[in-house]
T-cell receptor
Framework: RKEVEQDPGPFNVPEGATVAFNCTYSNSASQSFFWYRQDCRKEPKLLMSVYSSGNEDGRFTAQLNRASQYISLLIRDSKLSDSATYLCVAWGNTGKLIFGQGTTLQVKP | EPEVTQTPSHQVTQMGQEVILRCVPISNHLYFYWYRQILGQKVEFLVSFYNNEISEKSEIFDDQFSVERPDGSNFTLKIRSTKLEDSAMYFC????????????FGDGTRLSIL
């Protein structure tokens, strides 16, 4: 089983749509999780950390369900500029980051 | 906003040659990392470095690879006797803590082995 698993997509949505991505992780000992955004051939950029209580940053909401080992990212009112690959990332207990394959989002006008 | 910088942005090298990829982490960060991403694949951890020594390395990071912090600002990844399969994006990252903190990535070096 992959350590961090994501649906690769692509998700093709119109501008203004709400879209949700899911991610599962296999190591129940993982303590921290993040969503990073990666544009084509660019570096991963931190989008937001994910907390058990859920957290929101503008149009973005992240949720963590430790019992189900499941993480989600919700994007409301999608913009063309949201088109990218979204990486679900677990913080390994030794400090390394463990990346999922990424979910590709394409927002269309 | 402080950032991690990497040089060169693109390196083309003949198979069998040695390459050195350079990184300048964020100045007050103490933990340094190298990751690689083969085209079309996920980002993979290579090595972490703290207090002038390797903290952890992956299976990928074999004797062909080495890291060094030669001075107070640079962090380098050396790949000896490069192979075709070493072609990838190499990302350097740094953080101010190894405890549940996100890491900040440089914009990467694209390594092409011919």
């Amino acid at each position: 089983r992959k350590e961090v698993e994501q649906d690769p997509g692509p998700f093709n949505v119109p501008e203004g749509a709400t879209v949700a991505f899911n991610c599962t992780y296999s190591n129940s000992a993982s303590q921290s999780f993040f969503w990073y955004r990666q544009d084509c051939r660019k570096e991963p950029k931190l989008l937001m950390s994910v907390y058990s209580s859920g957290n929101e940053d503008g149009r973005f909401t992240a949720q963590l369900n430790r019992a189900s080992q499941y993480i989600s990212l919700l994007i409301r009112d999608s913009k063309l500029s949201d088109s990218a690959t979204y990486l679900c990332v677990a913080w390994g207990n030794t400090g390394k980051l463990i990346f999922g394959q990424g979910t590709t989002l394409q927002v269309k006008p | 906003e402080p950032e991690v910088t990497q040089t060169p942005s693109h390196q083309v090298t003949q198979m069998g040659q040695e390459v050195i990829l350079r990184c300048v982490p964020i100045s007050n960060h103490l933990y340094f990392y190298w990751y690689r991403q083969i085209l079309g694949q996920k980002v993979e951890f290579l090595v972490s470095f703290y207090n002038n020594e390797i903290s952890e390395k992956s299976e990928i990071f074999d004797d062909q690879f080495s890291v060094e912090r030669p001075d107070g600002s640079n962090f380098t990844l050396k790949i000896r006797s490069t192979k075709l399969e070493d072609s990838a994006m190499y990302f350097c990252a740094s953080s101010d803590s190894n405890s549940n903190q996100p890491q900040h990535f440089g914009d990467g070096t694209r390594l092409s082995i011919l």
